[in-house]
Each structure stands twice: as structure tokens, then as C-alpha cells.
């Protein structure tokens, strides 16, 4: 009896021993297995997303840098990476339908003069020519709209040049109230059309000098008091202010024209945005002069502002860098 016992302990500890030691094997296998196949590979998954996110390229981005948690950084680290490539996505779809759109209003505006000229033309090659007073009507209309055209295209040409920063700020020091009365000279015979009078007071007759590309600050004055002009009432008033702040200069362009809705104010600096689209092209205008506007103060680090009522009129005030 005491035999049989002695046979079954150690029966039961060969088993024991046998069960531990295929507990040990099968962890050392597993974990073996685990390092070989799932555990090297998130390391290598970590320090690639690790590494391409510190900026290098896709060569260098197994290096060096290993985390002590790679199996619960890699899940920070791709939720982070999938957040940023979302909004990374989002800003380029915003990008590619701002394009198609730019492109969609480019064809569109230049087609409306294009077909324009090819009616005068061939209206002027069926019968049109046999009356010399309508023909020379129509060579007008015809001009009227080539001169639309070409106003068009210099302004997408500056503003392409504009955003993709291959145009130039040339600075200089130069007299604000002096190139402000030489707009004014220049805009004249516009004003007189409606009857509108352009004011700059006595006051402003001392020099005031400001630090900027004088050119394109020409051009912002022009496109403002046009504008002024343009959407200006008849017999109204465009009158020209500056003011001295402490390193910059204030200009501010007030009309007392019809003004703009305030829902209309937030994008009236956009690409092509008219209120009025009718009233727009009537006038000539290409719906680009205060996207160029604002390009060109921004390019001078300077801002625009613009506030309006409806009925009573409209200012916009522009900053730039005072030179004493
Ligand atoms: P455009 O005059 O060629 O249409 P702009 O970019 O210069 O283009 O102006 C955009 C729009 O802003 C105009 O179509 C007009 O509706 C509005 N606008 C600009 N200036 C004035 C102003 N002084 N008074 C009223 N509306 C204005």
C-alpha cells in the first residue's frame, strides 16, 4: 500500500513539473513569437509615424528614435497622426474648390466680354456695316469691351502675382497728402461724370511721409476712390482723411454713396465677390480690385477695414508704416 502511494507523489510531481515547464516553453514561445511578429513590427510602425512626423523623409524615418511604450504610444501617436491628416485633407478639398471656383469665375468673366466683341463683329459683317452710324456703334461697344477684357487680365495678373509672392514690395519713403491730391487729379474727370466731389481738406497740406511700395499704394488709393466713384451717388461727395497714429499712418476713403448691407461686409474683400453683380460689370469692374487691395496692404504687413450702412455710405481705412 505505502509503495502504491509513494509511486503516485511521484507520479503527481512529474506531472507538475512537466505542466510548469511546458508553462515556461509555451510563454518563452509565445513571447517569442510575439516580439517576432507583432511587437517588432508596432516598434517599426512607432518609429516610422514617430520619425515622419518629426519631418524626415521617408528614407531616414526608421532611425534612431524608439519609445519605452510603443503599444500604447503608437495608438496615441495615430490618432494624433490621423487628426493632423484630416485637417490637412480638409484644407486641401477647401483649396481644390477654391481653385475650381477661381477658374469656373475666370472663364465666366472672360467669356462675358469675349462673346460680347464676337456679336459686334459679326453683327458688323452681316448688314450692320451698310449704316455707318450703327457700325461706328457698335466698334465702340466692340472697343468698350476689349478695354474690359484687358482691364480683366492685368488685374488676375496681379493678383496671381500677388498670392503666389512673386511680386515685389519695393519700400521707399514717400509724402502720403501729395500722392493722395496726384490720385485725386487722376480720378477727376470720373468724378465729374456723376458729379461728385472729391475732398482732401487745407489741413492735410504739410508733408506726411510713410515707408511703402508708392506704386501699389497708388494703386490701392485709385481702386478705392474708383470704387467710391462707381458705387457713389450722383452730385455725392468722396472726401479723403489721415490720420496720425503712434508708428502708422490712418487713411480712411468715405463715400456718400448707397453703402452695403452689413451680410455682404465679411466678403466683400473675396475674389470676384459683387453685390450688386449687375451694377458691377455695368461699371466695368473685374470684382478683383479689393482682393488686390487687400493683398497689397497685407504684403506690407499693413490691414484694411471697412464699415458701411446702407443708404448713408461707406468707409474704408488702410493702414501704413509712418516715416518721420
Ligand atoms: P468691382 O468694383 O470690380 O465689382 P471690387 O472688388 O472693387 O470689384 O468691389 C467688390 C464689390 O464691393 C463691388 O462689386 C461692390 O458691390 C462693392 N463695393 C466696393 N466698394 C464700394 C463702395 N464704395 N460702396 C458700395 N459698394 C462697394
Do not use: C
Amino acid at each position: 500500500m505505502s509503495v502504491a502511494v509513494y509511486f503516485y507523489q511521484e507520479d503527481l510531481i512529474d506531472v507538475g513539473v512537466s505542466f510548469v515547464l511546458s508553462l515556461v516553453l509555451g510563454y518563452l514561445v509565445f513571447h517569442y513569437l510575439i516580439e517576432k511578429y507583432v511587437y517588432s513590427k508596432i516598434k517599426l510602425i512607432y518609429k516610422l509615424i514617430h520619425n515622419l512626423k518629426l519631418g524626415k523623409d521617408l528614407k531616414d524615418a526608421l532611425g534612431e528614435y524608439v519609445s519605452n511604450d510603443p503599444i500604447n504610444d503608437v495608438e496615441q501617436e495615430v490618432k494624433e497622426w490621423a487628426r493632423v491628416k484630416k485637417i490637412e485633407i480638409d484644407a486641401l478639398k477647401k483649396q481644390e474648390k477654391f481653385r475650381r471656383d477661381f477658374l469656373g469665375n475666370i472663364s465666366h468673366e472672360l467669356k462675358t466680354p469675349l462673346f460680347a466683341v464676337q456679336g459686334y463683329i459679326e453683327a458688323l459683317s452681316d448688314d450692320a456695316m451698310e449704316d455707318p452710324e450703327l457700325a461706328r456703334s457698335f466698334l465702340s461697344k466692340a472697343s468698350k469691351n476689349i478695354e474690359r477684357l484687358s482691364a480683366l487680365i492685368s488685374d488676375l495678373d496681379a493678383i496671381s502675382k500677388l498670392e503666389s509672392g512673386e511680386m515685389q514690395i519695393l519700400y521707399q519713403r514717400f509724402d502720403i497728402t501729395a500722392l493722395i491730391r496726384e490720385v485725386f487729379e487722376q480720378m477727376e474727370l470720373k468724378a465729374r461724370t456723376k458729379n461728385i466731389t472729391l475732398t482732401f481738406k487745407e489741413k492735410y497740406q504739410t508733408s506726411t511721409f510713410v515707408y511703402a511700395d508708392k506704386a501699389k499704394i497708388t494703386q490701392v488709393l485709385s481702386n478705392l476712390i474708383e470704387n467710391s466713384i462707381k458705387y457713389g451717388k450722383e452730385d455725392g461727395t468722396t472726401s479723403l482723411k489721415i490720420f496720425e497714429l503712434h508708428d502708422q499712418i490712418l487713411v480712411e476713403v468715405t463715400d456718400d454713396g448707397n453703402g452695403i448691407e452689413e451680410k455682404h461686409l465679411s466678403r466683400i474683400f473675396e475674389r470676384f465677390f459683387r453685390v450688386d453683380k449687375s451694377r458691377s460689370r455695368q461699371e466695368g469692374g473685374s470684382g478683383l480690385g479689393l482682393a488686390i487691395v487687400k493683398h497689397i496692404l497685407e504684403a506690407h504687413e499693413q490691414t484694411i477695414t471697412v464699415r458701411s450702412t446702407s443708404g448713408v455710405g461707406t468707409t474704408f481705412a488702410f493702414t501704413l508704416a509712418r516715416n518721420k
